[in-house]
């Protein structure tokens, strides 16, 4: 069974800190894909990054990192000095159904504040 | 380029009463349309997805139905809400391959009282 784990509730960090956000996930699958999601106050998601099981690069988008390792089933996600408009809630999710629905397992979110 | 709309933001409902949500995508063709509800401090659960028009397929049993009379309109809606139908609806679209990812609308908070 897929389950998707981010054992990390709610962090809070003062703007200009490195701040990780950890994901932990399982599924039986070879094939599968990894996403991270925003969600800032006002409530829609907001897409940031997908992986698939056979790309282990790690991705740099500017001030956001993504560390993908299946050694360790993880896949954390960092964000470079910190923001105040960081503060959002994040989901790691995973999908491993090949019949091309998205049907994602979430986590259950990490709630990041940052303040000034 | 593509923009996913859902109404209504907010809604409060007392227990019995029916429910209709709608979210409409625009901008692409036969999108694969899903429904999920976020509860209260928890993750996202998927209730509902369709490949296209007419087809449903449902996730978890529950209080809930789903219907898409057009190719990009997707239906929520149950005929007696309870008070564990509270939460945040989110419909969302994808393209049709596997690794495209999840668009999101912006939610539509549902309280039942």
């Known amino acids: 069974a897929q389950k998707v784990t981010q054992a990390q509730t709610e962090i809070s960090v003062v703007e200009k800190e490195d701040v990780t956000l950890d994901c932990v996930y399982e599924?039986?699958?070879?094939?599968?894909?990894l996403f991270w999601y925003k969600q800032p106050p006002s409530g829609e998601l907001v897409f940031l990054i997908r992986?698939?099981?056979?790309?282990?690069q790690n991705e740099i988008s500017g001030r956001y990192s993504w560390n993908f390792q299946k050694s360790t089933s993880s896949f954390n996600f960092t964000i470079t000095a910190s923001q105040v408009v960081d503060s959002a809630v994040y989901f790691c999710?995973?999908?491993?159904?090949?019949?091309?629905?998205?049907?994602?397992?979430f986590g259950t979110g990490t709630r990041l504040l940052v303040s000034p | 380029s593509q923009t996913i709309h859902q109404w209504p933001a907010t809604l409060v409902q007392p227990v019995g009463s029916p429910l209709s949500l709608e979210c409409t995508v625009e901008?692409?063709?036969?999108?694969?349309l899903y429904w999920y509800r976020q509860a209260a401090g928890r993750g996202l659960q998927l209730l509902f997805y369709?490949?296209?028009?007419?087809?449903i397929s449902s996730e978890v049993p529950q209080n809930l139905s789903a219907s898409r009379p057009q190719d990009r309109q997707f239906i929520l809606s149950s005929k007696k809400l309870l008070l564990s139908d509270s939460g945040f609806y989110l419909c969302?679209?994808?393209?049709?391959?596997?690794?495209?990812?999840?668009?999101f609308g912006n939610g539509t908070r549902l309280t039942v009282t």
């Open positions: 999710a995973l999908s491993d159904d090949d019949t091309g629905f998205q049907k994602l397992v």
């Open positions: 901008g692409t063709s036969n999108p694969n």
């Open positions: 969302a679209w994808s393209g049709g391959m596997l690794n495209s990812p999840l668009h």
């Open positions: 992986r698939n099981s056979f790309d282990e």
């Open positions: 599924t039986r699958d070879t094939t599968y894909y």
């Open positions: 369709s490949v296209g028009i007419g087809q």
